[in-house]
Each structure stands twice: as C-alpha cells, then as structure tokens.
C-alpha cells in the first residue's frame, strides 16, 4: 500500500495560510505605498502658521505659502 504525502504540505499551507503566516496574493497589478490626506484649507492655513510662529519659516516664506494656498484654493 503505498501512501502519498501530498495532503501534508497542502494542509500544512493551509494552516499557515489561515493563521496568517502566509499570505496569498490574488490578482495583478501594482502595489502602490502612497498615502492621499484630505487637509482643509483652514488646517492648512493654521499649520502655516504654527510653523511661521515657532521660526520654522521665514515671513516671506509664510506670505508666499499663504497665497499660493489661498490661489490654489480659489482654482479648484
């Protein structure tokens, strides 16, 4: 009589799989890393600020930042 091992990796790969030490990708495709944040004008203009008032910025830096957000802003 002569056995097959074959069910034991498969059950073995199950196992991991369902354990989650194994991951299965389906599908093609890329896998992208980057990260899209929805920031309001006004969180924007605030953080702007923060940064000016802590002397992370220059002035000019912060009036140029300003209106290039206010610009873009009024664009969309």
Known sequence: MRKSFLPIPIAISMMLLFAGCLGVHVGGGTKTSTTSY???????????????????????????????????????
């Not at 920031?39 to 009036?63: F, W």
């Open 38 to 76: 929805n920031v309001t004008l006004g969180q924007q203009l605030i953080d702007l600020q923060k940064a000016y008032e802590a002397g992370i910025i220059t002035e000019s830096d912060y009036r140029a930042q300003k209106k290039r957000l206010l610009r873009d802003y009024g664009t969309r």
